[in-house]
């Protein structure tokens, strides 16, 4: 087929696209400083514990997603971690403050989850053997992955009274674990304390004095079992909702240096029963909703605890295993970027999803291991966004939603453009605040144009065009539904399906290149990145 020809395909495609309104908006991006900074590897997924048991709204979608056993040598699964280079895992989840680790001192049975009627969550106590946590880790080192590992936080506790335990955490398995850990090699970039047990906690909680002691605790243990270490790993704490007072009070009673990353959770979007996720998602003033949280524990860590730093340590979106035929589809990937861009913006400086794989908010479909819309976002966001986040002054549509970084390993700045709007078309003008235009922004065809040229430029761009030698380009990435159903588990970029190549590998997620004096285009219900090499910011210098 010749270019032309699928040029003209491609307006056929688009021929929906001459009714929409047309919105010219305009975006300053502040590059003289940064507003905040991320992590080098700011991506993270996480692997839970859940055995395929775990049902929620009469549907089971965890299948053999559980840590305990999760296929480790399919190759979708590793070529879906090696694409980070590297990609961090955090293992961890609500069944993580029963798991019992056996290094041959347990002196019990090592039995995986099982359904129990008054168990924590329904399920009995648990237990990692070291055969697994070996595979585990060949899976890590294979793949380059960076580790987080939740530990057991309520061992040696006892109910106080409904959902409150009380008492002195028992560190010996833990220490034991940790030992062995070391001993093997095992490189654990950090360990988190618990899950889910700050505030009034779900399930089970404890009090904050009490965690704090038991913190100190765990500093004194690392601090002894890594004396010989090169490389020390952070303690994550409480690894929970974020509760001001409790989490105020825990910085307090552990003192100085001793927590070294603060972790929250985020299910903002509400049960995954929820008949109005999508709506949710496409909903400006909902996104915005999650700000205060994010300000406030920026607030609590400058007035309390300065030496720590903010991570999410775990975000699926919705609660109870994820929306089913939402969390795994296309419009997701308006609410995940979108978060993790907000979260970037407020000093966050690691955000883990929930999940890897398992759930229907899995990265990976937890029978197949092909990826899911969202993985893809994750990917691009990983190669494209840098860690240096920068502001961007913009007083248009809510609908539209704009975030810029330095671009990720070379020079000039990366923008995420998120179009919420289903009927309006973006056309993006971009200036930098210190005068530099970095695109002359004069309109096409006369005021406007016409609908037919705007649309013939932009199935010219679509399909990659080679701009001349002599044209100053930027790198375009379009991310849209396959046949406009944001629904649909096929994500598009650039108009291409992004489909697992014939030997099971991610595809390549080539640009579009344009030239940088036009506008951007921003179709409705799309998502863009668009990587800007000539604009001049002295923070990304």
Known sequence: MSYWTFSLLSLCSLSALFAQELVDENIIVKGVTRVAETDDNFVCATLDWWPPEKCNYDQCPWGQSSVLNLDLHHPFL???????????????????????????????????????????????????????????????????????????????????????????????????????????????????????????????SVHAEQYGKDLIVLKAILDELYKNSFEKPLLLAPGGFFDQQWYTKLLQVSGPHVVNVLTHHIYNLGPGSDPHLVEKILDPHHLNGIKGTFENLQLTIQRHGPWTSAWVGESGGAYNSGGRLVSNTFVNSFWYLDQLAMAAKYGTKVYCRQTLIGGNYGL??????????????????????????????????????????????????????????????SRVTVYNDINVQIRTGETIEGERGSSFTRSIKKAVAWVGRKASDNTEVREEYHLTAMDGYIRSQTMLLNGVPLQLTEDGNIPPLGPVLVDSTLPISVAPWSIAFVSVPKFEAQACA
């Open 364 to 425: 990976l479909n937890t029978t197949t291991f092909v990826p899911n819309p969202d993985y893809y976002s994750a990917l691009l966001w990983h190669r494209l966004m840098g860690k240096d986040v920068l502001s961007v002054d913009y007083n248009g549509s809510p609908f539209l939603r704009v975030y810029a970084h330095c671009s990720k390993g070379k020079e000039g700045v990366t923008l995420l453009l998120l179009n919420l709007h289903n009927t309006t078309e």
């Open 78 to 204: 590793a070529n879906a971690v090696k694409a980070f280079k590297p990609l961090r895992i955090r293992i961890g989840g609500s069944l993580q403050d029963q798991v019992r680790y056996d290094n041959g001192n347990l002196g019990l049975l090592c039995h995986p989850f099982r359904k129990l009627t008054d168990g924590l969550f329904g399920f009995s106590k648990g237990c990692l053997r070291m055969d697994r946590w070996d595979e585990l880790n060949q899976l890590f080192k294979d793949n380059e992955a960076i580790v987080t590992f939740g530990l057991n936080a309520l061992h040696g506790r006892h109910k106080i009274r409904k959902g409150v335990w009380g008492g002195p955490w028992n560190s010996t398995n833990a220490q034991s674990f940790i030992k062995y850990t070391i001993s093997k090699g095992y490189p654990v970039d950090s360990w988190e304390f618990g899950n889910e047990l700050s505030g009034s906690g779900v399930g089970a």
